[in-house]
C-alpha cells in the first residue's frame, strides 16, 4: 500500500480538485510492514502501534477515499475503466478512471513442495499473516522452528523467533547468506546467528514438510537432511503482483515486474505503476532490476502520483540500499557487489579495510569496509558494510557518493564529521576509499 | 601535528627514497587533539590512550625522522633552509630542504584581559595542557569552573567539568551558541546544559580574571557581572601560527591564516602548508576560510606530502562538516548556516522538520534537521540537525551532497538505508529535503 498512499497523497497535493479512489483487497492499509518480525518478536506489543494513517485520516484529512475489502479484479485500459469487487462479494463495479496508479505490491514467493500448506506454515509480509503466526506461537507453544531462506526478512524473524524462545533452524538454498552481499561480509552474520543458537544450514534447498494427522507441521526435510519443527515461516522471497496488469496487456520487464518508464508509466497509456509490482533502474548499472523496498515504493509512488495529477517528475532510480539488524550486529550495503558488478560487466575491484567506527578511547569497535570500484573509470560502484554499530547509515554516505557518480578519489576527499564519540579523524569510509585507491592503482 | 605527520607519511608512500625530517617544538606527536577533554572528564583515564604513533614508529616503520623538542625559529625559502634549535637550546642548526611542508598548527586565542596569566587558568589544546588541567583540578579539589567560550570545545568541557563534579558557568561573548549554527537549533543545547546545571551567560564577553594572594584565580567579571571560579578554561577559538611564515614573506590570506592553491602551494617556491596554520577553500562559498579541524589538517597534509614529494595532488575543499556531543544531545552542521548563506550573498531560505530517526514503535526520538537551499538554482547549501542520536553520521549524508553539488530535490531521491533500528522508511533527510522543496517552491 506504500506506493498507492502516496501516489495519492501526491496527487492530492498537485491538485486539490481531484476525485482520488484508493481501492486495497485486504482489511489495512499504511502500516509499518518492515515492523512486522518486531511484531512477531513481542517488542512491538500491539499490532496498532505499526499502523501510520487510518483511511479516515485519508478522507477527512486529505480527501482521498480509501476502499479496503475492495478487490479490483480487472483493468481495462482501452476504455479506462477498473472492475472492483465490493465487500461482500455481491455486485461488481465499473469505475471510470483518467489515470490509474497500479501499486499491487508483492506476494511472497511460495516454494512448491508437499506440505507447503499444512497449518504452521507462515510467512510474514502481512499483518495479518504476522498476527496469525503470532498467535499460533502463543496457542501451540512452539519450541523449534524452522526459516526458510537467509534474507533479511529471514534474519530478522530469526531474531524474533530467538526472542519469542524457539530454537531456530534457518534452511538458505544457495551456498551463503544474502544473494546481494559478498561472502567474506556475510561471514559475521552467520557467526552472530551461531552465536544466538540459529542453526544456519546452507545449500539446503527445501524439499518437503511434513504435517501430523491434525494437519499440522512437524518435520522439515531437505536434500540432505530434516529436523522438527512446530512452526515454519516461509522468508524466500518477494514476487511482484502482476496478474491485472499482465491481464491488461501491460508489458512486464525482464525481471517479471511491471516495466516502468522514469516516469512511472507502463506500456498501456493513462496507467502509472509504482512500488513492489514495478521494475526500476540502477543506477550504477543502468538496468532495470526488481528491488522490493518500502523506500523505493514511497518514492516511486511519490513520482506517479506527481504525474498522473498532471506533474512532470522523474523518479532518480535506485542504488540498492538495504540495511538489517541481525542481533547485535548491522548489515549494510548499496551499489553493486563485487559479484554483482562483474557480471554486470565491470572488471571490478574490491578493497576492504577494518576500523573503529569511533575513536576507541570512548570503546568504539570495529567494522568492516567494503567498496567495489571500476579500474577503468575509478568510479565507485558499490559498498558493503558489517559492525556491532554505526553501519546503518554510514552506508548511506556511499549511496549518495553513488547518485552523484563519484569516482572513489572524489570519495577519498568528503568532508565528514567528526568527534571522538561519533567516528574517529579517519571516518573508516574514507580509510576504505584509500585503500581502494591503492588497490586500483596496482 | 596531524598535518605535518599526514604530509611526512604520503611523501614516504610516493617516494621511497626521499629523507623526511619533521621537526616538533613540544614534546609530543601524533595524540587525539579532540580526546582532550575526555581525557579532562577523566573517561580516558592515561594520556596514553590518546597517543596513535611514536616517532619510533615513524622511524622505525616509515623511515622518517620524527625530532621533538625542536624549535624551527626561521625559515628562509630563498636559500631553501630552516634554522632549528634542537633541545637543549644551545647550538642553531641551519637545515637544507628541497621542500618544505608548513604545519605549525593554531594555538588558543588569548583574550587580553587583567589576569590571564594568573594560576588556575587554562586552554586545551594540547596534551600538556590538558594534563595540566587534570592535575589542578585533583590537587585544588576545585568546586566551581568558568568555561569561557561556548564553541564545541567549551561545551565538550562543560561537560567534561560537570562529569568531575564542578559547577560551572559558561560565558559567550554573542547572543547565542556557535557562530556557525543557526539560533533555532543551537536552543536545544542551551536547554541541554541548563539541565545538567551548566550556567550559561550569552553576551557575556569576558572582562577580567581576578586572583589571590597566592596569583590564583578566584573571581571572574564581565560587563554585567562576576562570579567565583577555582579554575577558568579558556575555549575562545584557535587562531593560526604563522609567525614563522609571515616572517620569511609568504603570504597569509584574508582570515589570518597562510593562504595556499588546491595543491597546498603557498607563496613561497617550494614551501606548502597545510592543516590548522593553512586557509581552505569552501566548496559551497567558494571563498578561502579558516577552518581548523583534524579531519582537514589530515587530508591537507596527505595533499601537501603528495605534492612535496613531486605528485600532483589537489585538495578538494571542505564543506565546513562538524560535529559535537553535549550530555545526551547530538549537534552536527555542514555547509553555510542560513545566517552564514546571506552573507555569502545568496538569497537563502530554510526548512527545518522534526522527525523520528529510528521508528518510532522501536524507541525512535525526533530530531530536528535544517536545510538551507538557494531558491535560484535549487542548489543545497547546507544543514544542521541536533537531536538524542543518529544526527552526527546522519550529516554527511549532506556533506556529501555539498560536495556533489546537488539540487534540494536530488537530495529528495536519495536511496538512504531503511530497516526499523535504524530508520523511517522516509528518512529525517528525505523528510527535510521535501519541506525545502516545498518552501523553495512557495
Same mark, same amino acid.
Given at each position: 500500500?506504500?506506493?498507492?498512499?502516496?501516489?495519492?497523497?501526491?496527487?492530492?497535493?498537485?491538485?486539490?480538485?481531484?476525485?482520488?479512489?484508493?481501492?486495497?483487497?485486504?482489511?489495512?492499509?499504511?502500516?509499518?510492514?518492515?515492523?512486522?518480525?518486531?511484531?512477531?518478536?513481542?517488542?512491538?506489543?500491539?499490532?496498532?502501534?505499526?499502523?501510520?494513517?487510518?483511511?479516515?485520516?485519508?478522507?477527512?484529512?486529505?480527501?482521498?477515499?480509501?476502499?479496503?475489502?475492495?478487490?479490483?479484479?480487472?483493468?481495462?485500459?482501452?476504455?479506462?475503466?477498473?472492475?472492483?469487487?465490493?465487500?461482500?462479494?455481491?455486485?461488481?463495479?465499473?469505475?471510470?478512471?483518467?489515470?490509474?496508479?497500479?501499486?499491487?505490491?508483492?506476494?511472497?514467493?511460495?516454494? $512448491?513442495?508437499?506440505?507447503?500448506?499444512?497449518?504452521?506454515?507462515?510467512?510474514?509480509?502481512?499483518? /495479518?499473516?504476522?498476527?496469525?503466526?503470532?498467535?499460533? @506461537?502463543?496457542?501451540?507453544?512452539?519450541?523449534?522452528?524452522?526459516?526458510?531462506? *537467509?534474507?533479511?526478512?529471514?534474519?530478522?524473524?530469526?531474531?524474533?523467533?530467538?526472542?519469542?524462545?524457539?530454537?531456530?533452524?534457518?534452511?538458505?538454498?544457495?551456498?551463503? +547468506?544474502?544473494?546481494?552481499?559478498?561472502?567474506?561480509?556475510?561471514?559475521?552474520?552467520?557467526?552472530?546467528?551461531?552465536?544466538?543458537?540459529?542453526? +544456519?544450514?546452507?545449500?539446503?534447498?527445501?524439499?518437503?514438510?511434513?504435517?501430523?494427522?491434525?494437519?499440522?507441521?512437524?518435520?522439515?526435510?531437505?536434500?540432505?537432511?530434516?529436523?522438527?519443527?512446530?512452526?515454519?515461516?516461509?522468508?524466500?522471497? @518477494?514476487?511482484?503482483?502482476?496478474?491485472?496488469?499482465?491481464?491488461?496487456?501491460? /508489458?512486464?520487464?525482464?525481471?517479471?515486474?511491471?516495466?516502468? #518508464?522514469?516516469?512511472?508509466?507502463? #506500456?498501456?497509456?493513462?496507467?502509472?505503476?509504482?512500488?513492489?509490482?514495478?521494475?526500476?533502474?540502477?543506477?550504477?548499472?543502468?538496468? #532495470?532490476?526488481?528491488?522490493?523496498?518500502?523506500?523505493?515504493?514511497?518514492?516511486?509512488?511519490?513520482?506517479?502520483?506527481?504525474?498522473?495529477?498532471?506533474?512532470?517528475?522523474?523518479?532518480?532510480?535506485?542504488?540498492?540500499?538495504?540495511? $538489517?539488524?541481525?542481533?547485535?550486529?548491522?548489515?549494510?550495503?548499496?551499489?553493486?557487489?563485487?559479484?554483482?558488478?562483474?557480471?554486470?560487466?565491470?572488471?571490478?575491484?574490491?578493497?576492504?579495510?577494518?576500523?573503529?567506527?569511533?575513536?576507541?578511547?570512548?570503546? *568504539?569497535?570495529?567494522?568492516?569496509?567494503?567498496?567495489?570500484?571500476?579500474?577503468?573509470?575509478?568510479?565507485?560502484?558499490?559498498?558493503?558494510?558489517?559492525?556491532?554499530?554505526?553501519?546503518?547509515?554510514?552506508?548511506?554516505? @556511499?549511496?549518495?557518493?553513488?547518485?552523484?557518480?563519484?569516482?572513489?578519489?572524489?570519495?577519498?576527499?568528503?568532508?565528514?564529521?567528526?568527534?571522538?564519540?561519533?567516528?574517529?579523524?579517519?571516518?573508516?569510509?574514507?580509510?576504505?576509499? /584509500?585503500?581502494? @585507491?591503492?588497490?586500483?592503482?596496482?
Amino acid at each position: 500500500m506504500a506506493a498507492g498512499l502516496s501516489a495519492a497523497s501526491r496527487a492530492r497535493r498537485v491538485n486539490p480538485y481531484l476525485e482520488i479512489l484508493v481501492y486495497e483487497k485486504g482489511p489495512d492499509i499504511s502500516y509499518s510492514a518492515c515492523g512486522l518480525p518486531h511484531l512477531v518478536a513481542g517488542v512491538v506489543r500491539e499490532a496498532d502501534a505499526l499502523r501510520v494513517y487510518s483511511p479516515d485520516f485519508f478522507r477527512t484529512s486529505r480527501n482521498i477515499q480509501v476502499l479496503t475489502g475492495h478487490e479490483v479484479t480487472e483493468i481495462s485500459p482501452g476504455s479506462r475503466r477498473v472492475t472492483v469487487i465490493p465487500p461482500g462479494g455481491a455486485n461488481l463495479q465499473e469505475v471510470h478512471y483518467d489515470r490509474l496508479v497500479l501499486a499491487t505490491g508483492a506476494e511472497p514467493a511460495r516454494p $512448491v513442495v508437499p506440505g507447503i500448506d499444512l497449518s504452521g506454515v507462515f510467512h510474514v509480509n502481512d499483518l /495479518q499473516a504476522a498476527l496469525a503466526l503470532r498467535r499460533h @506461537l502463543e496457542s501451540e507453544r512452539c519450541q523449534t522452528a524452522v526459516i526458510v531462506g *537467509g534474507g533479511y526478512i529471514g534474519l530478522e524473524m530469526a531474531e524474533a523467533l530467538v526472542a519469542c524462545g524457539l530454537r531456530v533452524t534457518m534452511l538458505e538454498r544457495s551456498a551463503g +547468506l544474502f544473494e546481494s552481499v559478498d561472502e567474506d561480509i556475510a561471514a559475521p552474520i552467520e557467526k552472530e546467528l551461531a552465536d544466538h543458537g540459529v542453526r +544456519l544450514i546452507n545449500q539446503a534447498p527445501l524439499a518437503s514438510l511434513v504435517g501430523d494427522r491434525s494437519g499440522c507441521v512437524r518435520r522439515v526435510t531437505w536434500e540432505k537432511g530434516e529436523t522438527e519443527a512446530n512452526v515454519v515461516v516461509l522468508a524466500t522471497g @518477494l514476487r511482484p503482483r502482476v496478474k491485472l496488469a499482465e491481464h491488461a496487456g501491460i /508489458q512486464l520487464g525482464v525481471t517479471g515486474a511491471i516495466a516502468v #518508464s522514469d516516469r512511472m508509466e507502463t #506500456s498501456a497509456a493513462a496507467v502509472y505503476a509504482a512500488g513492489d509490482c514495478a521494475e526500476a533502474t540502477h543506477v550504477v548499472s543502468g538496468r #532495470s532490476v526488481y528491488f522490493p523496498l518500502g523506500t523505493t515504493a514511497n518514492k516511486q509512488g511519490r513520482t506517479a502520483g506527481e504525474n498522473a495529477a498532471g506533474g512532470r517528475a522523474r523518479f532518480a532510480g535506485i542504488v540498492g540500499t538495504a540495511a $538489517v539488524k541481525v542481533f547485535a550486529l548491522e548489515l549494510a550495503r548499496t551499489g553493486l557487489s563485487l559479484t554483482q558488478a562483474k557480471e554486470a560487466g565491470f572488471s571490478a575491484r574490491a578493497a576492504t579495510v577494518r576500523a573503529a567506527e569511533h575513536a576507541r578511547y570512548l570503546g *568504539g569497535k570495529d567494522i568492516v569496509v567494503k567498496l567495489v570500484a571500476d579500474p577503468a573509470s575509478g568510479r565507485l560502484l558499490g559498498a558493503q558494510m558489517v559492525g556491532v554499530a554505526g553501519v546503518a547509515k554510514r552506508i548511506d554516505v @556511499l549511496a549518495t557518493a553513488l547518485h552523484a557518480r563519484m569516482t572513489v578519489e572524489q570519495v577519498s576527499e568528503l568532508d565528514l564529521s567528526y568527534a571522538p564519540p561519533f567516528s574517529t579523524v579517519w571516518d573508516p569510509v574514507l580509510i576504505a576509499a /584509500q585503500e581502494m @585507491l591503492r588497490e586500483l592503482r596496482r
